[in-house]
T-cell receptor
Framework: AAGVIQSPRHLIKEKRETATLKCYPI?????VYWYQQGPGQDPQFLISFYEKMQSDKGSIPDRFSAQQFSDYHSELNMSSLELGDSALYFC????????????FGPGTRLTVT | KQEVTQIPAALSVPEGENLVLNCSFTDSAIYNLQWFRQDPGKGLTSLLLIQSSQREQTSGRLNASLDKSSGRSTLYIAASQPGDSATYLC??????????????FGDGTTLTVKP
């Protein structure tokens, strides 16, 4: 069965650079969630989209932005990167029709040097 | 704000034992609760999903229960195997308009099953 696809899987950037993470949800899933997981921490919700509209917002820094496109894929844009942004970034998707089970992608490991 | 606590933080058992992982949450207005496992540096694998109207879900050697009113869920693992070694995360999801919104994760229970 198709799963959530994230690209790239690994990314190394320098401070103050910009990064773009991509997420391709499971086919027919219309809701996408972004989570950030720092070393030794649990995943923290950043932002979500339903039908291309932002549906919920968590602890996403102002330096980050995201959007969902017409094909339901989503991109997380991160600017002015800081060392503390180094983390695993997960994308999850679900259908907006029950049972709303969330499926997570393999994550993008971002390292800021 | 939803607070999720998982007990114990770490657990080490010999192979074959049955074990229980506990999850408690402060906001009982949840839509559902998912249990995940995470291997080091890897993604989250969904184990079980319990709707707020359900009390129990089973999948193979795993059984999850939910007591929404008391804000508790347990994950029971029968006949543990070394391959079960991982961090187990519970994630209650709040009601968001008419669907389930973001997941709030506990810190997880790190399980080690010794051969």
């Amino acid at each position: 069965a198709a799963g959530v696809i994230q690209s790239p899987r690994h990314l190394i950037k320098e401070k103050r650079e910009t990064a773009t993470l991509k997420c391709y949800p499971i086919p027919r899933h219309d809701t996408v969630y972004w989570y950030q997981q720092g070393p030794g921490q649990d995943p923290q919700f950043l932002i979500s989209f339903y039908e291309k509209m932002q549906s919920d917002k968590g602890s996403i820094p102002d330096r980050f932005s995201a959007q969902q496109f017409s094909d339901y894929h989503s991109e997380l844009n991160m600017s002015s990167l800081e060392l503390g942004d180094s983390a695993l970034y997960f994308c999850a998707s679900s259908r907006d029709r029950g049972p709303y089970e969330q499926y997570f992608g393999p994550g993008t490991r971002l390292t800021v040097t | 704000k939803q607070e999720v606590t998982q007990i114990p933080a770490a657990l080490s058992v010999p192979e074959g034992e049955n074990l229980v992982l506990n999850c408690s949450f402060t906001d009982s207005a949840i839509y559902n609760l998912q249990w995940f496992r995470q291997d080091p540096g890897k993604g989250l694998t969904s184990l079980l999903l319990i709707q707020s109207s359900q009390r129990e879900q089973t999948s193979g050697r795993l059984n999850a229960s939910l007591d929404k009113s008391s804000g508790r869920s347990t994950l029971y693992i029968a006949a543990s195997q070394p391959g079960d070694s991982a961090t187990y995360l519970c994630a209650p999801r709040r009601r968001f308009y008419t669907n389930a919104g973001k997941s709030t994760f506990g810190d997880g229970t790190t399980l080690t099953v010794k051969p």
